[in-house]
């Protein structure tokens, strides 16, 4: 099914309290989840989401009374929180982005480049529009930006140009039409020419980096002192955010321009407000996970502790 990255040490992180409540906000196939209601005592929680149905459906078959199953966007998070009364609860917190193998390798789902499949690419084929449908609305312009903007790819403008030109002809409605067109587009590479541009549509189409920062602004309002923040991401631009938020929020030193004057004991007053979490050094998979699991490949671990609301 899916093998779960780097969990050891996530769920290490996590600090666990046996009677705590937790939040596995990218539920998939539950192996954080699993891991989380082993170390939880009988009188924990654990809340888990996912916006995917297919999820939900694995989440319902684990007959445990500690969990509770939300299926919706993360991004929502503080509204989940509220609606259950655990608004300053929360002991810990597990976000595993991306998609999940049962995803992937599901054909029918169109997130796959090897495999041919209709090309949808939505995490919940109930909402909104397949990628095929975008790709034949979309303008040149627009393809080619989404592209370079979400996978940061080189070739964007002559893989835009390409499409549109077969589009005039045929509609593109499979992942091979468009691996095949994508392949044509570029010089010969070591790695898969669709990997950048696959990943591109499917962050763009599920909105991925907008859920990621309103998820972020919330996090501070539902979290306890002491809470944990675990969030394993698998790209430089899911990262860049996660990194500048933590950053941001455990800075010592305000950045003020430095002709404004402070004293001291207002510097410190400032800081106190200001240093909201305590970070963790980043940790990445060793050589063997990345052996046995080669979607680890790119992981990287964040992890950070909320000190105290003010
Ligand atoms: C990498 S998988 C998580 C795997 C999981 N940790 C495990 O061990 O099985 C990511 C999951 O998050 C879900 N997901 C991604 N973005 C989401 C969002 N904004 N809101 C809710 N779920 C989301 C996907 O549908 C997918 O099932």
């Given at each position: 099914?899916?093998?779960?990255?780097?969990?050891?040490?996530?769920?290490?992180?996590?600090?666990?309290?046996?009677?705590?409540?937790?939040?596995?906000?990218?539920?998939?196939?539950?192996?954080?989840?699993?891991?989380?209601?082993?170390?939880?005592?009988?009188?924990?929680?654990?809340?888990?989401?996912?916006?995917?149905?297919?999820?939900?459906?694995?989440?319902?078959?684990?007959?445990?009374?500690?969990?509770?199953?939300?299926?919706?966007?993360?991004?929502?998070?503080?509204?989940?929180?509220?609606?259950?009364?655990?608004?300053?609860?929360?002991?810990?917190?597990?976000?595993?982005?991306?998609?999940?193998?049962?995803?992937?390798?599901?054909?029918?789902?169109?997130?796959?480049?090897?495999?041919?499949?209709?090309?949808?690419?939505?995490?919940?084929?109930?909402?909104?529009i397949p990628a095929s449908k975008w790709i034949m609305n979309a303008t040149?312009?627009k393809i080619?930006?989404?592209?370079?903007?979400?996978?940061?790819?080189?070739?964007?403008?002559?893989?835009?140009?390409?499409?549109?030109?077969?589009k005039?002809?045929?509609?593109i409605?499979?992942?091979?039409?468009?691996?095949?067109?994508?392949?044509?587009?570029?010089?010969?590479?070591?790695?898969?020419?669709?990997?950048?541009?696959?990943?591109?549509?499917?962050?763009?189409?599920?909105?991925?980096?907008?859920?990621?920062?309103?998820?972020?602004?919330?996090?501070?309002?539902?979290?306890?002192?002491?809470?944990?923040?675990?969030?394993?991401?698998?790209?430089?631009?899911?990262?860049?955010?996660?990194?500048?938020?933590?950053?941001?929020?455990?800075?010592?030193?305000?950045?003020?321009?430095?002709?404004?004057?402070?004293?001291?004991?207002?510097?410190?007053?400032?800081?106190?407000?200001?240093?909201?979490?305590?970070?963790?050094?980043?940790?990445?998979?060793?050589?063997?996970?990345?052996?046995?699991?080669?979607?680890?490949?790119?992981?990287?671990?964040?992890?950070?502790?909320?000190?105290?609301?003010?």
């Amino acid at each position: 099914m899916h093998t779960p990255v780097l969990l050891k040490k996530s769920i290490q992180f996590l600090k666990i309290k046996k009677n705590g409540t937790y939040i596995d906000a990218t539920f998939g196939c539950g192996g954080h989840s699993k891991k989380i209601l082993k170390k939880l005592g009988s009188q924990g929680k654990l809340y888990v989401i996912d916006k995917d149905p297919e999820s939900i459906k694995i989440a319902k078959k684990i007959k445990d009374s500690r969990i509770r199953i939300i299926q919706g966007s993360f991004s929502k998070i503080y509204k989940y929180c509220k609606k259950y009364k655990i608004l300053r609860k929360i002991n810990g917190i597990i976000l595993d982005l991306g998609i999940s193998s049962l995803q992937l390798n599901n054909y029918k789902r169109g997130f796959s480049f090897k495999k041919d499949g209709p090309l949808d690419m939505r995490m919940n084929q109930k909402k909104g529009i397949p990628a095929s449908k975008w790709i034949m609305n979309a303008t040149e312009k627009k393809i080619s930006e989404v592209l370079k903007k979400y996978g940061e790819e080189r070739y964007s403008k002559k893989i835009a140009f390409n499409i549109t030109k077969y589009k005039k002809n045929k509609k593109i409605k499979r992942t091979q039409q468009l691996s095949k067109i994508i392949k044509k587009s570029l010089p010969y590479q070591k790695k898969h020419p669709s990997r950048r541009s696959f990943q591109a549509i499917r962050i763009y189409l599920n909105n991925e980096l907008y859920e990621l920062k309103k998820f972020l602004k919330n996090i501070l309002k539902i979290l306890k002192p002491k809470g944990r923040l675990c969030i394993i991401s698998f790209h430089s631009l899911e990262d860049r955010i996660i990194k500048n938020f933590m950053f941001k929020n455990s800075r010592k030193i305000p950045n003020f321009p430095s002709s404004i004057p402070f004293t001291e004991k207002e510097l410190i007053k400032l800081n106190k407000k200001k240093c909201k979490l305590k970070i963790y050094k980043k940790i990445f998979p060793k050589k063997k996970e990345i052996l046995n699991n080669l979607r680890s490949r790119s992981a990287i671990l964040r992890i950070a502790e909320f000190k105290k609301y003010k």
